[in-house]
């Protein structure tokens, strides 16, 4: 499937990119984040909180406009189009 990741601030800065439109086997919103911090080292530990099981400190990740805490957290599932928007907690998270 294809997926589309925003990201935002210092994580657009550290990654060197703002959009990355991607094809993955990712299921979740966890895996394909894993993903990122493993194609992006200056994001690794940025993005999930692997003890916590959550997105890392106040990050917000959003799908559909939605964040992810609020829907089924890093198990919210992926589907083909989405969008999903990546925030430091320093803009806002």
Known sequence: M???CRLF???RE???VADVVRETDAETVGDLLRE???EYPAL???LVDEEAATT????VVT?????VRHLDGL????ADGDVIRLVPSVYGG
């Open 44 to 46: 690794a530990g940025r």
């Open 75 to 78: 198990d919210t599932p992926l």
């Open 9 to 11: 601030g210092p994580f």
């Open 63 to 67: 799908k559909a406009k939605k964040n």
């Open 36 to 38: 990122l911090e493993r």
């Open 2 to 4: 294809e997926v589309e």
């Open 56 to 59: 890392a400190g106040s990050t």
């Open 14 to 16: 550290d990654a060197g």
